[in-house]
């Protein structure tokens, strides 16, 4: 596995395996890599090429104020999981090399960005967009992977995917969870134990969503007031958002669709946590 | 030559020629092509490989009011020059494929596109980045060309390029003159007699700027008033700005270096023109 730190080097990497006809998967990823992020290296591996796992903290996609400084990083961990999975490359660029001190430019993607994470977090998805916007120019994959667990990422990712014409397949992940149903995050590190029994209360929420759903009740609105219910009853915990979208431009539905999603941002203690569900499972392609 | 006006036929058109080995060098134009243009096309065919000529006025570029509608075009004249060039293809996209109607992406760069062109039109740089992000992508370029004409969209490309890692080398064609000294631009066709003698007062400018400084005169602000008093003088025109740049960054110079830019743009009737002129010939490399 190449260990490679340098924008420069890494090109050169890339330039190599496209002379000799290798095609690139990317799983870009901020480290402190949890089953999810391994699930993606998998699909990536199984597609097969290389697969190049990019780990970045990046800092433009941190808000002031944000957990930017404190956010759980373990290089040597991350090196050794991937290691073990059988990954050809990991790219761990420093924050000056992709922001040199001149450094003025940012990719922003309207539309799925607007609302929801992009009401709280103003800056977070322009920052994303930036930055995988440079890891696809130094990787040049064919294809790169994402989890469902970030869905307005994954709605903005290919939004930009489309708009700017990047020549690449954007694959999702779906979303892995702990055995009680905790969507894996490596922020759920800061949760004590009291905030992890809370935390849980946001799948509740979305799983009672569904559940109404199924049961008949398609108004947006209604759906939306019964899983707030929920997290409301949940003192340790305060909510962010919770809403039905749909999950291409990731606007609130008044009539929902088996394929629009739940979804919810809550905070747990000093954490944010995301999590969302399809109104109706697997009706949706992970590839388009 | 293939003359191809679908984004999917002409990502295939690439990837056949990246399976055979093919490099490919790009330059894009607004059509209505002069001998500015064509020079780049000859340096590019110099450089080897294919050469991909992009036609499109890219509406994103044009200001509310400014002359989008009446933008020069002529398909057929230009098809023939470039034919004769032995061009490999030619690219002309619809303004709805490259913009179809739930488009949101912007590549933005600060710095270099503050100021100046940037001023007088706010969102003109924005488009520009915006659209030679979208043809590298499409186009997957080794090379790139663009000419001096456009000095601040040359720094501005440079500068985004740099930012966002894009795989490509930038590389710059000196300023195509008419035999008087007017730069070559598609908008001179916009000029009535009268007008296209008043106009050349602005490389009049430049030139005694470039005099000035080589009698020793290295104040910016001391030669941007006497350029302007030129300009001053021609009551035909009216300036809209006058200056010496560092050209990398484009920020004013007080104390001007032989490889600063001296800079202008005038309007001249219904028309917007602009011209520069390095502070010593021949100090900076059209590559880099």
Redesign the interface.
């Known amino acids: 596995m190449d260990i490679i730190r340098q924008?420069n080097e890494m090109?050169r990497w890339?330039?190599e395996q496209r002379a000799s006809g290798e095609e690139i998967g990317v799983v870009p990823t901020m480290g402190y890599l949890h089953e999810g992020h391994l699930s993606l290296c998998r699909l990536s591996s199984a597609d097969g090429g290389r697969t190049v796992v990019t780990v970045f903290v990046n800092p433009t996609q941190f808000g002031a104020g944000e957990d930017l400084a404190r956010y759980p990083r373990d290089e040597e961990r991350d090196l050794k999981m991937l290691r073990e999975l059988g990954i050809s490359a990991v790219f761990l660029p420093t924050p000056e090399e992709m922001y040199p001190p001149?450094?003025?430019?940012?990719?922003?993607?309207?539309?799925?960005s607007q609302g929801w994470c992009g009401a709280t977090r103003p800056t977070h998805f322009r920052g994303v967009?930036?930055v995988i916007?440079?890891m696809f120019?130094?990787l040049?994959p064919n294809r790169a992977y994402f989890g469902q667990k970030d869905a307005q990422q994954v709605a903005v990712l290919k939004?930009?995917v489309r708009?700017?014409?990047?020549?690449i397949q954007v694959i999702v992940g779906e979303i892995v969870r702990e055995p009680d149903g905790l969507a894996m995050s490596s922020r759920n590190t800061y949760l004590t134990a009291e905030d992890r029994k809370a935390a849980l209360v946001l799948f509740r929420a979305l799983q009672l969503g569904r559940d109404l759903y199924k049961q008949g009740e398609h108004s947006g609105e209604r759906l939306t007031k019964a899983m707030l219910r929920v997290t409301a009853a949940e003192p340790h915990v305060r909510p962010d958002y919770i809403g039905v979208v749909n999950r291409r431009?990731f606007r609130a539905v008044e009539e929902v669709s088996p394929e629009d999603l739940l979804i919810g941002a809550i905070y747990v203690g000093s954490c944010r946590l995301i999590d969302n569900l399809d109104v109706s499972p697997q009706v949706y392609p992970l590839r388009d």
Do not use: A, N, W
């Open positions: 924008v090109m890339v330039r001149d450094y003025v430019t940012y990719v922003e993607t309207g539309g799925p967009t930036t916007s440079q120019h130094i040049q939004q930009m708009d700017l014409k990047f020549p431009c």
